[in-house]
């Protein structure tokens, strides 16, 4: 139980990192950053899955753990996680929206195409 706990805090933090990365990438081109944020959207479920678990295993060791300080850690990385994962779905969101916005705008200041 213990090492599925570790093993989850690490692969969670570590796609959260990948995640934030790659949302506030500033540098990609709009195509490259249109794939990351789809990417992104189709892990977010079995990261919140992978994170669900970790929550579970995190009560059942607090639960039989005699060490307080253990159980303040334990806790504490469950809730810093959960925020941070929320924050990676609020990012995307507004992300989303801010690149829907600027191809619809290059849209708008194309020229329309004239036929004979």
Request: hydrophobic share 35%; with cysteine; proline share 3%.
């Amino acid at each position: 139980m213990r090492t599925d706990y570790a093993r989850d805090v690490d692969a969670v933090t570590a796609w959260i990192q990948r995640a934030e990365l790659s949302i506030k990438d500033s540098s990609a081109e709009p195509q490259v950053l249109r794939e990351h944020l789809q990417q992104i959207q189709v892990e977010i479920g079995p990261t919140e899955d992978r994170l669900e678990r970790l929550a579970r295993n995190a009560r059942a060791i607090c639960d039989n753990s005699r060490d307080d300080e253990e159980k303040v850690r334990i806790t504490a990385t469950v809730a810093a996680l959960t925020d941070q994962l929320q924050q990676v779905r609020t990012w995307l969101q507004d992300k989303k929206q801010q690149v829907k916005d600027t191809s619809e705008s290059f849209d708008v200041s194309l020229p329309s195409p004239k036929f004979r």
